[in-house]
């Protein structure tokens, strides 16, 4: 049984799912920031926590992420809880967390798919790329990056073999968390709120405005 943490709107206009990253669970100051700027956007925020984490919190000792298959079925088994809804179903997350939400996006009853910081690549290894999950997607999804990603910057990205109908919002300056350098002008918290506005945007386009 999925545990969830709820950010719910009084009237919702869709409903996302977000998974955490690696190495942070899904109440980390980003995701935090996330849900709740979301919510208070109209967007129905449910998070969770892959097994490797919630032993992680129970057991306070560091556990590395499960393997791939156990990581999907824990995606599988949310979207399956929370599939009951008028609302549109999206799912995504941050980092390693949308990586695998690409993974099922294509399964039936999904909208659409949002990644925070996609992971291109591991850390130092460009050569080592992940790209197939976006290749194959068939949803509408939206790419939040910071442009100095070290999983991806943007110079990498505009030179791989993806579709042209995949949405992108660039972070200027942003690293993977999408905070940018004191010299850039910008602020990561304004960075963070220009992701929450642009899902919404993004989430108004394809689904409709909000009540």
């Not at 999983?151 to 993977?176: I, K, Q, S």
Request: proline residues 8%; glycine residues 10%.
């Amino acid at each position: 049984m999925t545990d969830w943490l709820k950010n719910t709107p009084p009237n919702p206009s869709a409903r996302l799912l977000l998974a955490h990253g690696a190495g942070a669970s899904m109440d980390s100051d980003f995701m935090n920031a996330m849900a709740e700027g979301l919510c208070a956007r109209g967007v129905d925020v449910w998070r969770f926590e892959f097994p490797y984490m919630a032993e992680r919190r129970s057991g306070g000792k560091k556990r590395p992420p499960n393997r791939q298959p156990e990581l999907l079925e824990a995606w599988r088994e949310a979207m399956a809880s929370a599939r009951p809804t008028a609302l549109p179903l999206l799912i995504g997350g941050k980092s390693l967390g949308g990586r695998m939400a690409s993974l099922v996006a294509n399964e039936p009853g999904v909208s659409g798919l949002v990644c925070l910081g996609y992971p291109f690549h591991p850390v130092g290894k460009p050569d080592k790329t992940r790209l197939e999950p976006l290749q194959a997607v068939q949803v509408t999804t939206l790419i939040v990056q910071g442009t100095r990603d070290a999983l991806g910057n943007r110079d990498e990205v505009r030179a791989y073999d993806l579709p042209a109908t995949l949405n992108w919002l660039w972070l200027d300056d942003g690293d993977h968390d999408f905070k940018p350098r004191v010299k850039s002008g910008f602020r990561q918290q304004q960075h963070w709120q220009s992701a929450i506005e642009g899902i919404v945007d993004w989430i108004d386009q394809h689904w409709g405005d909000r009540p």
